[in-house]
């Protein structure tokens, strides 16, 4: 979602003839897009905040700005750490950085006074419909597009509800539209962004046979001519219905990969975070989605040292890790964040156990990762290819359906194609294969390196 926010802000600067340079050193105005989900990141921000500082006491031009939920949730205080910061903006005010910056470059110019730092953290109706512009110079195979902000759960480990706010649903026209310029700029996948994507307008459109807003997004999104994949992230077991659940066996573009937070595998601890389902609710779910989709991938998120969380606990979390077979996730050694419902109960649980927690889940995941890798071995899968690898001459990068990666040797003319790939290696986290030619939608076009 940052990667989002921030790719927006970046389109909205650009429009107003601001370049994005690959190299900070050689930036005019730098600005940290920011997240608080844990202590540790809101550290690394700060970090480099101070880093940046550093580089502006050298170069009082040099414009810095922190935004997003870190600017959301430590507001004007910032200030009082990194007094030389010219901009603080919090979630609900990205739109309005070209203009506080239009502002603060015609102070430096000597058009007014040296303003104090401008801080905008108010909340703003509608800015969820902000969120909406991408570069049109580049490519984007597959793109996130953000369909809602905001989270009414109160889960009691989490700050996003109090640095996003409320749940605020985009129209489903303007989500339609913005996929359609993207389908026409070459994107052929999306991924849908929601801090809950099934609660989905569930306040401001109706249920319409019995289908939920999220589903009816989904159907909507499914008719769009260009669009080969769509996939979504986060949704919640809660509200993850019949009709949702059906998507799998009559959407074909819905790709077979589902990202499924499940948080821990105790009812105790489910509870105590506020999460309000249970784990059999939870594998009730995964087992009708594996009923019309049998193959599909599915990733969670997992905290590991809750407040509370005995041996006994964790082994509940290793055993329902293992029996719903997650082939990724995320885990996440829990950090006690200000203003949650959980703050009181401290941070007993110790760093050493939590990182021994961590590693034991890692290991079983790197385990079912692998075995489910090394099946795909001399089969062969769809490939939606979205540039150059990293590493390697020639080495381009892809996805499955399943959303593994793939590295496959090929050339430039691939990105973007959809085509077919054998596998013939794999690691636990990766797929290497070679390209079936007679699988590149337009072999006229092609030439193998
Ligand atoms: N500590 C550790 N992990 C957290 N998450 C959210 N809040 C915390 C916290 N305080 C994790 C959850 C969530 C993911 C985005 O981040 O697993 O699903
Ligand atoms: Fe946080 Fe819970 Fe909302 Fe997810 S559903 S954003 S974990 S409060």
Redesign the pocket.
């Known amino acids: 979602m940052n990667e989002r926010d921030s790719a927006a802000v970046a389109t909205m600067l650009r429009g107003k003839g601001y370049s994005i340079v690959e190299n900070e050193l050689d930036a005019d105005v730098v600005l940290l897009n920011t997240c608080s989900i844990r202590d540790q990141a809101e550290q690394k921000a700060i970090g480099k905040a101070g880093h940046l500082t550093k580089r502006k006491r050298k170069n009082p031009n040099l414009i810095l700005g922190i935004m997003g939920c870190m600017a959301q949730n430590r507001g004007g205080a910032l200030i009082d750490s990194l007094p030389d910061l010219d901009l603080i903006v919090g979630t609900q005010k990205f739109h309005r950085i070209p203009d506080h910056l239009d502002h603060i470059i015609a102070t430096l110019n000597g058009l007014g006074p040296k303003p104090d730092s401008v801080v905008d953290l108010e909340e703003e109706s509608g800015s969820q419909n902000t969120i909406k512009s991408h570069d049109e110079e580049t490519v984007q195979v597959a793109a996130f597009v953000s369909i809602m902000q905001g989270?009414?759960?109160?889960?009691s480990?989490?700050?996003?509800?109090k640095t996003?706010g409320v749940e605020r649903a985009r129209p489903m026209e303007d989500i339609i539209d913005e996929i359609k310029k993207l389908v026409y700029n070459g994107t052929r996948e999306v991924t849908l962004l929601g801090?809950?994507v099934n609660q989905y307008a569930v306040r401001e459109f109706p249920f319409v046979n019995k289908k939920s807003p999220f589903v009816q997004l989904l159907e909507r999104i499914h008719e769009i001519d260009g669009i080969e994949r769509i996939r979504f992230t986060?949704p919640?077991p809660i509200g993850f219905r019949d009709d949702l659940i059906n998507c799998y066996a009559r959407l074909p573009k819905l790709c077979e990969y589902l990202h499924f937070?499940m948080?821990s595998g105790s009812n105790r601890i489910l509870k105590a975070m506020r999460?309000p389902y249970t784990i059999e609710k939870f594998g009730e779910i995964i087992s009708k989605i594996r009923a019309v989709r049998p193959d599909i991938y599915i990733s969670t998120d997992v905290i590991v040292g809750f407040p509370g969380e005995t041996d006994e606990d964790f082994g509940l979390t290793c055993q329902a890790f293992e029996a719903f077979g997650f082939d990724m996730a995320y885990l996440f050694k829990y950090s006690m964040r200000p203003g949650t419902t959980a703050e009181r109960l401290g941070d007993p649980i110790p760093q050493y156990i939590k990182e021994k927690r961590n590693q034991i889940l890692l290991n079983i995941l790197r385990e079912q990762s692998l075995v489910r890798n090394k099946a795909l071995i001399g089969k062969v899968e769809e490939v939606l290819f979205e540039g150059p690898a990293k590493k390697g001459v020639n080495m381009f990068m892809g996805r499955t359906r399943g959303h593994r990666k793939v590295f496959v040797q090929a050339t430039p003319r691939l990105i973007g194609q959809l085509a077919r790939v054998k596998i013939t290696n794999v690691t636990s986290s990766t797929l290497m294969g070679e390209l079936l030619l007679e699988g590149v939608e337009s072999v006229e076009n092609f030439v193998y390196a």
């Open positions: 989270c009414n759960m109160k889960c480990y989490c700050i996003v509800p996003r801090q809950i986060s919640h937070p948080q999460r």
